[in-house]
């Protein structure tokens, strides 16, 4: 068994930010444990995600700091063996050669946990609406009475359609 612990520095921290969209990345740690796994050839990667990240509010566009924390736990198997029907449980990757990159494993945890559509407790669509300048409603008066009548359904402007 394997230990692998990682801290990103700066710069690993900003390049992930830009690729997934955020504000920032402020923290970002892994501890992983690399063992052998049940099948031929296969490894067992088992460990956790942290990192605290900084995305912009949909509704707001205020900042917004999330923690994270994912536990995670992957089996490594050889791109030569199609072991797909075999697996059953834990996620896998195929791994090339004598190597993995890990890093990149551990990227795409942290990807898979981002909220993508993030918003600040206690915002709504309805206490925003006076906020969204230069937004172009089709129609402000039917806007305003579904905000009155606190419309939930979004197929309401399709059965309208229907009938006409």
């Keep these: 068994m394997e230990e692998i612990d990682c801290i990103l520095d700066q710069k690993q921290r900003n390049i992930l930010a830009k690729r997934f969209g955020l504000l920032s990345i402020d923290d970002f740690v892994f501890r992983a444990e690399l063992s052998n796994g049940n099948l031929c050839q296969s490894l067992k990667l088992k460990g956790k995600v942290f990192a605290k990240i900084v995305q912009t509010c949909v ?34 990757e ?34 925003e609406v006076s906020n969204m300048k230069g937004v172009n409603f089709s129609n402000e008066e039917e806007l305003q009475a579904d905000i009155c009548r606190n419309v939930k359904n979004p197929f309401l402007i399709l059965d309208k359609l229907k009938r006409n």
Excluded: C, W
Aim: hydrophobic residues 40%.
């Design 59 to 92: 509704l707001s566009l205020d900042e917004i700091v999330t923690s994270i924390e994912k536990e995670f736990e992957l089996v490594l198997v050889p791109e030569e063996l199609d072991l797909s029907d075999v697996l059953d449980g834990p996620d896998f």
């Design 94 to 127: 195929y791994y090339s050669g004598q190597s993995s990159d890990i890093g990149e494993l551990m990227a795409v945890e942290l990807a898979l946990s981002i909220d993508p559509y993030p918003r600040k407790i206690g915002k709504n669509i309805f206490e």
